[in-house]
């Protein structure tokens, strides 16, 4: 048995407890829209050749505001500021649907239990790539 497996298995454990696995879901799909969010600003200011306090200027913010959402620590920033930024750098924020392999992770979320381990072994390696 290897190490993926073991992990899988705990994991699968674990995620009998309706609260874990709510948490662990909704983290995962968190971490994964925070980070193209913020990635896709930080492009979209390098490739309009803004730095980042010139960024916080145009939105009226400190710089400090746009370091803490671009940097590599935790922010928090609210839905108003990350919009601002992105009309900044000529953006708009949008809601897109999950992709059809990802539903079982919604399924999961709304039931609090996993109705197919493999769909949702593969639904979480998906939003992982």
Not at 45 to 57: E, F
Not at 72 to 85: I, K, M, Q, W, Y
């Amino acid at each position: 048995m290897n190490d993926s497996s073991v992990f899988w298995e705990d994991l699968m454990q674990d995620l009998e407890d309706p609260e874990f696995l709510r948490t662990y879901v909704l983290e995962s799909i968190r971490i994964k829209s925070v980070d193209s969010i913020v990635n896709g600003l930080d492009d979209a200011r390098v490739k309009a050749d803004l730095s980042k306090a010139a960024l916080a200027r145009a939105i009226s913010a400190e710089p400090a505001t746009i370091r803490r959402l671009l940097g590599a620590g935790t922010s928090n920033p609210t839905l108003g500021t990350v919009s601002e930024v992105a009309a900044a750098l000529g953006y708009r924020l949008v809601l897109e649907p999950l992709s059809d392999e990802l539903t079982s992770l919604t399924d999961a979320l709304v039931t609090g239990h996993v109705d197919n381990p493999a769909e949702f072994r593969t639904a979480m390696t998906e939003l992982a790539s």
